[in-house]
């Protein structure tokens, strides 16, 4: 897939190597487009990009993804420095930024590509992630709302690049689409640190 080289807002590289000690993520909260604006304003983020992740098809077109037929969500990779940035305020904007409970969409935007997912890179941030959902989950049943969380976890599988035009699409486009919209929920990311997961996985 021909696509941008060069981050618009941040001006580093979409693609690798990237810096030494970052980490990668990838996020599914709906249409990528306001997903992807909310990560790249966060001090610590090196680069982000949109593309698709999850399904079947190898390099899919916008297209064909929009069609159901693949198997992909649209998903935001955040490429960040755990030094400046810590996995947990990462997921403290993932949680309250969509919402997790919608199954195959986010509002008005339908279908399998718009499902809420969360891909990890490694064991160790792959049971943060899961302890986060937990967490998370905990936190709407206290603020006595019932909906309960779909958010697919998982080991992060291939990325595609998107087409070159979706790539930080709100910083050409300031008034384009947008439809994030989160729960209303706090997710209390100083609750979550690295030593309460392994202590809790490890006495499982």
């Known amino acids: 897939m021909a696509t941008s080289s060069v981050h618009v807002v941040l001006g580093h590289p979409l693609k690798p190597p990237f810096p030494l000690g970052s980490k990668t993520i990838y996020f599914g909260m709906g249409c990528f487009w306001g997903a992807e604006r909310k990560f790249w ?18 390099h ?14 649209e998903v935001v990779m955040v490429v960040f420095d755990p030094a400046v940035v810590p996995l947990t305020a ?5 949680w309250e930024s969509h919402h997790p409970a919608q199954g195959m969409r986010q509002g008005n935007d339908l279908g399998t590509q718009y499902r809420s997912a969360l891909y990890t890179c490694s064991p160790e941030d792959g049971r943060q992630a899961m ?8 936190a709407i049943i206290a603020a006595g709302r019932e909906e309960v969380i779909t958010t697919e ?10 087409e070159g035009y979706h790539q930080q699409y709100l910083a050409v ?5 947008c439809g994030l919209s989160g729960l ?3 997710f209390e990311a ?5 030593d309460e997961v392994n202590d809790e996985m490890s006495s499982k």
Do not use: I, W
């Open 173 to 177: 486009h300031p008034n384009g689409y």
């Open 153 to 162: 976890v998982a080991e992060a599988p291939v990325f595609y690049y998107a």
């Open 60 to 73: 899919p077109t916008y297209e064909e993804v929009c069609s159901g037929q693949t198997g992909h969500a």
């Open 90 to 94: 990462l997921l403290k904007v993932f």
């Open 131 to 138: 302890k986060s959902l937990d967490l998370y989950q905990r």
């Open 41 to 58: 304003s966060m001090a610590g983020v090196y680069t982000t990009a949109v593309g698709y992740a999850g399904g079947f098809t190898p």
């Open 184 to 186: 209303c929920v706090s």
């Open 190 to 194: 100083k609750s979550l640190t690295p």
